[in-house]
């Protein structure tokens, strides 16, 4: 025994100088190491608050020893500016991710070069979705350029040679490497590799794979639209064959069948305009009067939820038109725009309507000029094409000086088309909102009375409460738009087109406004001019799930026509998605739905649910939160039961595969069952 105890020891003691004299002679490569694995639990630790969990630590470990390795087939002198330019690469992947979860509770895809163009639009908002932590990491390659001038001052790298020995140590960092990575593959179930591939649970795939292992995988994603019709064809088909043979989504009639028929359609796209702001009031002032009045006087969705990812509002658009969900990876504007997608578009055109759409930006953000062609617009009326910019206000011209030309060139549409069906894309209420900040319409301080305790006399106090902070631009802008909507509607009633028109107004997303804003609304307390401590008895708690739920967008179908108010003046309070708009203006407009639709008529089916792109799902009892598996019940009445998650988990993973599948394959014109149909739909 006392043997074997001395062979263990000295075995312990050899390895130990082994591993003391490589990093000895191995210092960069460490530094390297280090830096890059201390940044990846960082990253989780500020993020999904993941950093116990050994899993994703032997990922990134194992990735980093990977790359580190390559840096021995430099020569020793030119193995630094190797390491400094992965060093870079990581940190920027890290700090990037770091402030894209803080603003949008996701992680970044390299999808988003696709779209970079796009970023330059709003570059003016990194000042607003930058925070202090996300600097946190740029100490890594800071340290290895410190460490790298310490040693070249010793001599160190003229010391150190392109032996056999820097082949060995390759190995041995290689096969160190693939030890870690063999403990971290051995961790993973079907379900974990499952969720790699697709993607779209992206926190789930961090907190259990590490930061650079999902942003390696996410750039082989990324390149799906060049290489995946190439690969999966059949059983994609397959798939998507069998989803729609068990989910017909037949159209029936109800109480709302064809009640606006021969109606033309506006359709507003009200940039980031959230249902809050319809019972919100400053000061005494409603924030967005002429949008309560028309949801007031109309069919109000109080429940409804955009479901877009990185493409924003291109994803709002193509999910409202085509009742699919975005794209897994990339935005279908401007990775898949070249496939057939049956459309609201298409199919009200069948009707002889006139279909055109209108927006005070340049025809190629968003890739729109294509894209609109494809959908079925027969005309695309934009920026300094069709409109003088006499007003421009943040990312273009102005709400205002917008629907004023526009409601000119739609009166001429009226006279020379019976019907016609024309989308509206808003623009002065974009982040950063702060086109208006100096405006003084809305005011956004807090007023009350202070007694004086030396004197007993009462003084008035006014705070500044909400100004200069980005909800307070966000109200200001917003109130904007609003007016711009109410001065649009009393244009076209003007001018007569009003009388056979209905109007349909959408939120497109969410403000994208951090929650630390709205705990400090919530929580603000005018004595101190401060927000609330937790310990505060007046403290209001806004949880992850307010902020979450508070992310409703209005949907609302409004007539000037008093038979057709009456019949549709309803709030309807079940959970309904954008999605579901194109079924439900299909039965009352009166013209096809698409076979293909996932979303449903709210008013022919008893089983309301919305599912969003990541995985999430809110039904009328509850929402659920499939990043970390948390829920939060809707009604306190109902009991829920595992089935129950598990129905609609189950139901989610399905529409959205399925839907990933007709954008990458392009399956509805590819299929020979689609082939069929899409006669028809020509």
Partial sequence: MKRFSKKVNSLLIKIKKQVI???????????????????????????????????????????????????????????????????IILTLVCLINSVYYTNYISFTSFSLLATSLQIFGVSDALQTIMELKDFCYIWAPLML???????????????????????????????????????????????????????????????????????????????????????GYDKAAREFRDYYEENSNEKK??????????????????????????????NGKEITPNIKRLADEGMYFSNFYAQESVGTSSDTEFTFSTSL????????????????????????????????????????????????????????????????????????????????????IIKDVSDKHSKFYGLMIMLTNHTPFDGLKDSTDLDLTYKFNKKDEATGEENEVVNNYLKDTTLGNYFTTAHYADEAIGEFIDELDSNGVLDNTVIVIYGDHDAKIKRGEYDYYYNYNPLTDSKREIDDPEYKEFTKYDYELNRKVPFIIWSKDEKVKEKINKEITSVTGMYDAFPILSNMVGFDNSKYALGHDVFSTDEHY?????????????????????????????????????KYTDLAEKEIAVSNDIIVHDLIKKTNESKKIIKGDK
């Fill in 325 to 408: 969900l975005p794209a897994s990876s990339g935005t279908v504007f401007v990775s898949y725009y070249d496939r057939y997608y049956p459309s609201i578009q298409k199919q009200i055109k069948k009707d002889d309507y006139y279909v055109f759409s209108m927006h005070a930006n340049k025809g190629n953000y968003w890739n729109r000029e294509a894209m609109h062609k494809n959908l079925g617009y027969d005309n695309f009326y934009y920026y300094d094409k069709d409109y003088k910019l006499d007003d421009m206000i943040g990312l273009g011209l102005s709400d205002k000086s917008f629907f004023k030309q526009s409601s000119k």
């Fill in 21 to 87: 004299y490589f990093f000895k002679h191995n210092v960069l490569f460490a530094c390297f190491v280090f830096s890059s694995l201390i940044n990846g639990c960082l990253l989780r630790f500020l993020t999904v608050k993941n950093f116990t969990n050994l899993s994703p630590i032997f990922a990134d470990l194992a990735f980093v020893l990977l790359v580190g390795s390559l840096g021995y087939f430099f020569k020793p002198k030119n193995r630094f500016r190797y390491y400094i330019v992965w060093s």
């Fill in 253 to 282: 009639s109800n109480e709302y069948t064809d009640v606006l028929k021969g109606k033309n359609l506006i359709v507003i796209h009200a940039e980031s305009i959230q249902n809050y702001l319809l019972t919100t009031s400053i």
């Fill in 610 to 646: 919305v599912i969003f792109p990541n995985g999430s799902w809110v039904t009328d009892k509850m929402y659920y939160d499939n990043q970390n598996g948390e829920a939060i019940m809707l009604d306190a009445e109902s009991s829920i039961d595992k089935d129950y998650i598990n």
């Fill in 145 to 231: 350029i410190f460490v790298h001038f310490k040693l070249k001052r010793r001599g160190y790298y003229s010391k150190l040679k392109v032996n056999e020995k820097s082949y060995v140590s390759v190995l041995k960092v290689v096969a160190a490497g693939f030890v870690f990575l063999a403990i971290f593959v051995s961790t993973l179930t079907g379900t974990d590799i499952s969720r790699l591939y697709k993607q779209w649970n992206r926190e789930y795939v961090v907190m259990k794979f590490g930061i650079y292992v999902y942003q390696g995988n996410d750039l082989i994603a990324s390149i799906k639209p060049q290489i995946s019709p190439l690969f």
